[in-house]
């Protein structure tokens, strides 16, 4: 039998019973007591272990919902990441220093290109420029845009691929760009981008390797659970892969997986079948498959959301354009059959909705899957919602349908604000675009106004850290970003303890682990997290330099991992 922990300081249960503490015992991994220190005396005893944090404040451990180490895998995987921002000419710089220095590959990938919708995107023939000792490089080179929606790929790559004029007639030229004949020019979207990713081999130790690597930056940052949206088995064996480090013991972070459902694969309920089997052959306490992802559009960066109205400062060949819809109304009973099903079997189902157009056909679909079920609890969600129109927001409240989102979006963007007026169009000159969402994007205090549960993600980016991501929810701005950035809506601004609220209690109920974890109570798992603030006070998140604070313990059932 483990000797009993006893654990002192600032502790914020997150539990509305009993809200502080300022003793918590740990017994076998799970929670025996919260309370006072005088209390917690009956647990001594001469094998007991004691930690006291003094001042420091600990809370349960914290959760990203929405996060993609799976997705990571494929994309990251043997090459240079770039920096956000820089430029294509940049990146080729980069990519020709990296084939230098590491010759006699095959096929070459990289990660992080910035898309610039001013410019357009980026075209074979700059990487098809590279030299390497003089002569002309006619290897495979394969880069992916940094929000993993889009691939730049040179001749070869091309060639490789099948990135020719078929691909252009099986997908459509927004998503696989073209010159005035119909030619690919190297810049692939969405639907065929995800083809050609899923498609490269990645072998399964070096998947583990990956993960195994990855979670350690999670961890870092305070994280205790992670949900990763979007994993599948195939050419990259991620499901495989999480399951034998699972089984290895080598997953310290516990991993809440959705499995990922393309609009394109031939029988979209014998993959829910597929991740139900999956779920009975792995599930355990540091993995499970949880639910199904599903893409409904793009990202506004690629000029892919999915928008009500047509795109203000851009068109496609001459004509109005309103975004990439992975799945349309026609499609609509289907996909209520799909989600309907893996609720039934038990998995939530989460809708990625980044325009207004996807936000509004997510909560259709939603609203069909439950027709005729009474008081549903599913834990459905829609992730991202950078754009949702007015009319819209108090349905979340009325499906049940939880709203995942990133705060650290929903800022004034210096390097995206041109792109999202060739979007939506400029605030200043067209005061219609209040009633589309714009104006009021991310409205987080409406969402839980109506009833909705909310839950914070960082999507998988290594640079937001809780404490950032609580600081842009609580003050509408990021000091990171620009110092003298002004608040953007700063009415839908969320207190500091729903902030913290949406990564702890919200977000274990979005995973269904809510028994489990999200709260310190009698009985739950031991996983905690300590910093050297109090996130719940509003005068401490007032306080710009919250932002880059990182975990200085954390506790994993009982057990401390750093």
Same mark, same amino acid.
């Given at each position: 039998?483990?000797?009993? +922990?006893?654990?002192?300081?600032?502790?914020?249960?997150?539990?509305?019973?009993?809200?502080?503490?300022?003793?918590?015992?740990?017994?076998? @991994?799970?929670?025996?007591?919260?309370?006072?220190?005088?209390?917690?005396?009956?647990?001594?005893?001469?094998?007991?272990?004691?930690?006291?944090?003094?001042?420091?404040?600990?809370?349960?451990?914290?959760?990203?919902?929405? *996060?993609?180490?799976?997705?990571?895998?494929?994309?990251?995987?043997?090459?240079? *990441?770039?920096?956000?921002?820089?430029?294509?000419?940049?990146?080729?710089?980069?990519?020709?220093?990296?084939? +230098?220095?590491?010759?006699?590959?095959?096929?070459?990938?990289?990660?992080?290109?910035?898309?610039?919708?001013?410019?357009?995107?980026?075209?074979?023939?700059?990487? #098809?420029?590279?030299?390497?000792?003089? +002569?002309?490089?006619?290897?495979?080179?394969?880069?992916?845009?940094?929000?993993?929606?889009?691939?730049? &790929?040179?001749?070869?790559?091309?060639?490789?691929?099948?990135? *020719?004029?078929?691909? %252009?007639?099986?997908? @459509?030229?927004?998503?696989?760009?073209?010159?005035?004949?119909?030619?690919?020019?190297?810049?692939?979207?969405?639907?065929?981008?995800?083809?050609?990713?899923?498609?490269?081999?990645?072998?399964?130790?070096?998947?583990?390797?990956?993960?195994?690597?990855?979670?350690?930056?999670?961890?870092?940052?305070?994280?205790?659970?992670?949900?990763?949206?979007?994993?599948?088995?195939?050419?990259?064996?991620? %499901?495989?892969?999480?399951?034998?480090?699972?089984?290895?013991?080598?997953? +310290?972070?516990?991993?809440?997986?959705?499995?990922?459902?393309?609009?394109?694969?031939?029988?979209? &309920?014998?993959?829910?079948?597929?991740?139900?089997?999956?779920?009975?052959?792995?599930?355990? #306490?540091?993995?499970?498959? %949880?639910?199904?992802?599903?893409?409904?559009?793009?990202?506004?960066?690629?000029?892919?959301?999915?928008?009500?109205?047509?795109?203000?400062g851009y068109k496609f060949k001459g004509k109005p354009y309103s975004g990439y819809k992975r799945w349309n109304y026609d499609r609509i009973d289907e996909l209520a059959a799909i989600i309907r099903k893996a609720n039934e079997k038990g998995l939530s189902v989460e809708l990625h909705a980044i325009g207004s157009g996807a936000a509004r056909y997510a909560l259709d679909v939603i609203e069909k899957a439950q027709e005729g079920i009474e008081h549903p609890d599913f834990r459905n969600a829609v992730s991202h919602l950078y754009c949702v129109d007015k009319a819209d927001v108090p349905r979340f409240g009325k499906l049940n349908a939880i709203a995942v989102i990133a705060p650290q979006w929903y800022v004034f963007v210096p390097a995206e604000l041109e792109g999202e007026k060739m979007i939506y169009g400029d605030p200043e000159k067209d005061k219609d675009l209040e009633d589309q969402g714009y104006l009021d994007m991310g409205p987080m205090q409406s969402y839980i106004d109506t009833g909705a549960t909310c839950a914070i993600h960082a999507d998988g980016s290594p640079d937001d850290l809780p404490s950032r991501m609580f600081f842009n929810a609580v003050n509408k701005y990021d000091p990171i970003m620009d110092p003298e950035m002004k608040p953007r809506n700063f009415k839908e601004r969320i207190s500091a303890y729903d902030a913290v609220k949406c990564m702890t209690v919200n977000a274990a109920y979005v995973l269904k682990e809510e028994d489990n974890v999200g709260t310190l109570e009698v009985g739950k798992q031991a996983d905690f997290v300590v910093y050297d603030v109090d996130f719940t006070d509003e005068t401490v998140m007032a306080d710009p330099k919250i932002c880059g604070i990182s975990a200085k313990s954390m506790y994993i059932n009982g057990e401390k991992i750093y």
């Open positions: 039998m483990n000797a009993n +922990k006893v654990i002192y300081g600032n502790i914020v249960t997150m539990n509305e019973q009993q809200p502080r503490a300022d003793a918590m015992v740990i017994k076998d @991994g799970k929670i025996a007591f919260v309370g006072t220190k005088d209390d917690a005396k009956a647990f001594l005893d001469n094998d007991t272990e004691t930690v006291d944090f003094g001042s420091q404040t600990v809370y349960p451990g914290m959760i990203d919902v929405h *996060n993609h180490m799976g997705l990571l895998s494929s994309v990251m995987l043997g090459g240079p *990441n770039f920096t956000y921002g820089d430029s294509y000419e940049k990146n080729v710089q980069e990519m020709t220093e990296f084939i +230098k220095e590491n010759p006699g590959r095959e096929f070459y990938r990289a990660y992080g290109y910035s898309p610039d919708p001013l410019r357009g995107d980026p075209t074979h023939d700059l990487l #098809d420029a590279i030299e390497i000792d003089g +002569k002309k490089f006619d290897k495979p080179i394969i880069i992916t845009e940094i929000s993993g929606h889009a691939s730049w &790929l040179n001749q070869a790559a091309m060639e490789k691929f099948g990135v *020719n004029r078929d691909m %252009v007639k099986k997908y @459509g030229e927004d998503v696989v760009t073209c010159d005035a004949d119909g030619n690919p020019l190297g810049c692939i979207k969405e639907t065929p981008h995800y083809a050609v990713i899923c498609s490269i081999p990645v072998e399964l130790e070096e998947a583990k390797e990956m993960f195994a690597e990855i979670q350690e930056e999670h961890l870092a940052h305070g994280l205790t659970m992670i949900g990763d949206c979007g994993i599948e088995e195939g050419a990259n064996p991620m %499901v495989t892969a999480m399951a034998e480090l699972a089984r290895e013991g080598r997953f +310290k972070l516990k991993v809440r997986a959705y499995y990922q459902i393309y609009e394109t694969c031939e029988d979209p &309920l014998k993959e829910v079948d597929r991740a139900v089997e999956y779920a009975k052959k792995y599930n355990c #306490d540091s993995f499970k498959i %949880v639910g199904i992802k599903i893409f409904l559009d793009g990202v506004n960066a690629g000029l892919s959301a999915w928008s009500l109205k047509p795109y203000v």
